[in-house]
T-cell receptor
């Protein structure tokens, strides 16, 4: 079965550079989520998109932006990179939106992009 | 807000030992509960899930039961293997569809 694809798998950037991470959801999934996992940390929610519109925002720095395109793939753009941005960035996709009062969804995670800022 | 608390690691066991990793949650409404596993150098894999009270999720010999009365979702396995060495994350499906993770528990299995 097709899974979530993320590219690149590894990325090395210098401070103050920019980076773009890409996520290709499972076919027919309409919702994409981005998470950041620092070294030895638990994944933290950054931002999500449903039907190409931002649906929720977490602890995403103002230096980061993201969007979802008409083919449902998503890109996370990171500017003015800092050493602390070094982390594993996960994308997840799902096909069911949580309804008010009920949560019956499952997110499928990609393999992650490991970003190293030097 | 919604949160997940799981036992701190690392947990070190001998092969074939019984495993329990405790997890409790705080949430409004009726969240879905998950256990994810992360093997060294790899991404997150969904290990098992439960979507309502008293549901039991199971996979690869691991089990966890959704206990609403104790707000718990403890992970258990009767006989661990060296290949089970990984970091295990308890998580819940929180408000607005995002997943909230616990801090993770690193498991080491000795041969």
């Amino acid at each position: 079965a097709a899974g979530v694809i993320q590219s690149p798998r590894h990325l090395i950037k210098e401070k103050r550079e920019t980076a773009t991470l890409k996520c290709y959801p499972i076919p027919r999934h309409d919702t994409v989520y981005w998470y950041q996992q620092g070294p030895g940390q638990d994944p933290q929610f950054l931002i999500s998109f449903y039907e190409k519109m931002q649906s929720d925002k977490g602890s995403i720095p103002d230096r980061f932006s993201a969007q979802q395109f008409s083919d449902y793939h998503s890109e996370l753009n990171m500017s003015s990179l800092e050493l602390g941005d070094s982390a594993l960035y996960f994308c997840a996709s799902s096909s069911e939106r949580g309804l008010a009062g009920g949560r019956r969804y499952e997110q499928y995670f990609g393999p992650g992009t490991r970003l190293t800022v030097t | 807000g919604d949160s997940v608390t799981q036992m701190e690691g690392p947990v070190t066991l001998s092969e074939e030992a019984f495993l329990t990793i405790n997890c409790t949650y705080t949430a409004t409404g009726y969240p879905s509960l998950f256990w994810y596993v992360q093997y060294p150098g790899e991404g997150l894999q969904l290990l098992l899930k439960a979507t309502k009270a008293d549901d039991k999720g199971s996979n690869k010999g691991f089990e966890a039961t959704y206990r609403k009365e104790t707000t718990s979702f403890h992970l258990e396995k009767g006989s661990v293997q060296v290949s089970d060495s990984a970091v295990y994350f308890c998580a819940l499906g929180g408000r607005d569809d995002k997943i909230i993770f616990g801090k993770g528990t690193r498991l080491h299995i000795l041969p």
